[in-house]
């Protein structure tokens, strides 16, 4: 190599040293971090990169040669007796089945494994928290203490005994007398929330994800603001072990130091004897053969990670035999037995390059960022809604900012907050307009309200556009080749005022706008004439009247029957349907009082629409007709959606919140505030199997 290109490769090494020095700040000392972990990952895998390319380079200081944070200075430190070490990545299936090679060949080289027999692993998920070791002596929490750099840690004991599912003492007469637990600190999805909804009532800091919000609660100088603060722990691992012996004698049993007479001889075996001393370990693991067994557990927990009551950020598997794991053995700090197999990264940082306003249905102007695109969460996201005026304020977010994106699962992307450290010069705060951006109408924020909105109503084209596409939608009227850019050409060009226009159609007239043969205005005609005789429900829906949702609309069909039932209810009329309280009542009340809306609905008539009458519910012998079913914590087998189906299927009805009219709670692993509201007001809880056996599947 010329030597100025050592001389760059140098000088970029210092670049990112200096950068991931001043990230891991931010992170570990602050609890604020500047950039998305992914991009932090990239630097660390950059700055290995080059360095295993050019290990001359390798100073003792570089970030990449130590195990994880250095510790702060305002707790006590701990030297753990075991290290505490960190685990290799696989971003994808490649990577797995180079592990399982490297760890099968070097078994049946050791002779563990016969030629063709598949490596027996242990499967768990990779929490998304901190890591922390407790040490019990005689079965008594004496000190835990933060990983640090693997060697020293910081003590936070104090913190973690305000933590309750750490048991202060562990279960049963046989306590080892010493033992080390390994495992992960973390927060659920549900208290980060409520959390940050806390903090920010009382105007103090929010925190950008459960784990910053862990971070920061268990470094509290004062135990009582952690002990507000709800951490849950979960156990993978150990370190020192000691065990008592039956005359009273005492006998280091250290895995490192290659002892055969650890209490049990597999991770498995050892993970369910940390349970039967009474700390929690996850019942999502899984013991898994060979590399098929490895990547058909980590598809199946991706499916269910949107639902996990807590974030995780991939799955970890551990070679079971403890025999084998001391023969794979370490390299640099993390074991050969065992690798992190990580999901795509649900974070990521991008600039806002603008905010723009966009007028919805029901006139409500919506802030909405246009990012500069970014791939997250398996997607390119290149915008992303703001919701309302005081969410940007909240999240004190700048044209120009750069941002921490965030896409989930499936859910919507969102900008989960600013890093002002990062605002360029020129950003711009961001105002909404005092008139719709479309319709020019003044706009109104009414004062209990966080929505701004247009006032124009259906004068507003945007609110008349989206209000025929929403009528004409799947779950509304169904009109079948209705698409947007339709819409917006009828509406623009005066034809269609409201969905009765629809019906008054030709195909001739059709054909005539752009996009449009002869043959597709000839279907679209065939879709609006189908949709003549809508079910009353559909049509109820597709009226978009403020509050009424697909169920809700079918509830009233059913109780009422017709749409001139409807029409003329009074509000005791309405508040006697089920589930319809004096917000919904109100908002139907004030809908059908409108002459304009009546006006509609007569059009309507007058083209041919008239609503069938609702099908009886589904047959009343199905075993869950009438009742409703609350889905809470993660069950053994089935993924929420399946559970719904199965439960709609049967005729049942799945609601989100328990009441006293919730005929069942069906909870798995890690069910939270649902179940404890479902035994206060005494209503029925199954698990998986309870809820097969409901469904005639058991
Ligand atoms: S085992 C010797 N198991 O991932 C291996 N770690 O880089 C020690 N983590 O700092 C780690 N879930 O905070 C292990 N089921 C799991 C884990 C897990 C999360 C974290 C842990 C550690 C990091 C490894």
Known sequence: ?????????????????????????????????????????????????????????????????????????????????????SLSNAFDPEDVAAFDKRVTDA?????????????????????????????????????????????TGEDITANVRTVRSVPLRLRGDDVPEVLEVRGEMLMTRQDFERLNEQQQKRREKVFVNPRNAAAGSLRQ????????????????????????RKGGQVDLFQQEAGDAAMPRDTHSGMLEWLAGLGLPVSDLRRSVRGLDGLLAYYEDIGKRRAELPFEIDGVVYKVDSLAAQNVLGYVARAPRYAIAHKFPAQEETTVVLDIDVQVGRTGALTPVARLKPVFVGGVTVTNATLHNEDEVRRKGIYIGDTVIVRRAGDVIPEVVAAIPELRPDDARPFSMPQSCPVCGSAVERLEDEAVTRCTGGLF????????????????????????EKLVDQLVESGRVKSIADLFT?????????????RKSAENLIKAIDQARKPELARLLFAMGIRHVGETTARDLAQHFGSLDAIMDADEEALLAVRDVGPVVAGSVRRFFSEPHNREIVAALRKAGVEPVQESLPAGGNLPLAGKTLVLTGTLPNWTRDEATRHIMAAGGKVS?????????????EEAGSKLEKAHSLGVAVLDEDGLKALLGMK
């Open 505 to 517: 159609l030709t195909a001739l007239e059709l054909a005539a706008y752009e996009r449009m043969g």
């Open 1 to 85: 190599m010329k030597q100025s290109e050592t001389q760059s490769v140098a000088q970029r090494i210092d670049f990112l040293r200096r950068e991931i020095d001043k990230h891991n700040h931010h992170y570990y000392v602050e609890d604020a971090p500047l950039i998305s972990d992914a991009e932090y990952d990239r630097l660390m895998s950059e700055l290995a990169a080059l360095e295993e390319a050019h290990p001359d380079l390798i100073t003792p200081y570089s970030p990449t040669q130590r195990v994880g944070a250095a510790p702060a200075s305002a707790f006590a430190s701990v030297r753990h007796a075991v290290l505490m070490r």
């Open 221 to 244: 100088l004062d135990p009582r603001v952690t002990a507000g603060r709800p951490l849950r722990f979960f156990a993978y691992g150990w370190g020192e072990i000691r065990l008592r």
């Open 107 to 151: 078994l049946r080289g050791a002779g563990l494994l016969p030629a063709g027999g598949a490596v027996e692993y242990m499967a768990e998920l990779k929490f998304d928290g901190l890591a922390v070791s407790l040490r019990y002596e005689n079965g008594l929490l004496v000190q835990a203490a933060t990983r640090g750099d693997g060697q």
């Open 656 to 668: 989100g919140s328990v009441s006293r009219k919730t005929s069942y709670v069906v909870a798995g």
């Open 460 to 483: 507003c084209a945007a609110q008349r556009k989206q209000s025929i596409t929403h009528a004409a939608g799947r779950k509304a009227l169904d009109i079948e080749g209705l698409g």
